[in-house]
Nanobody, 115 residues
């Protein structure tokens, strides 16, 4: 059974940084491309960053140049480094495969950016 546990969110001022972590199970990151998603209040969940099994990364235009996704297969963890945070980055952040599997959604981690 696949399970993801996200952590690292918090309250940060505009311009600040956070590092999100997502621990997976069963060496899932070696088998699937992974993504970080976010859902802001009243909005649809969106994919903001993804990384293929070969390490190729891609980003939504809104976060390009500010967010960095990476994977450490040794500890079954995918990371999202968030820099130069803006108020519009406020959301619950989740990790999942890319494309996502509905049954794999975790609880997410809240990121709140104050202006």
């Amino acid at each position: 059974q696949v399970q993801f546990v996200e952590s690292g969110g918090g309250l940060v001022q505009s311009g600040g940084s956070l590092r999100l972590s997502c621990v997976g199970s069963g060496s899932i990151f070696r088998l699937y491309a992974m993504g970080w998603y976010r859902q802001a209040p009243g909005k649809w969940r969106e994919l903001v960053a993804s990384i293929s099994t070969s390490g190729r990364t891609s980003y939504a235009d809104s976060v390009k140049g500010r967010f960095t996704i990476s994977v450490d297969n040794a500890v079954d963890t995918v990371y999202l480094q968030l820099n130069d945070l803006k108020s519009e980055d406020t959301a619950v952040y989740y990790c999942n495969a890319d494309p996502e599997w509905d049954v794999w959604w975790g609880r997410g981690t809240q990121v709140t950016v104050s202006s």
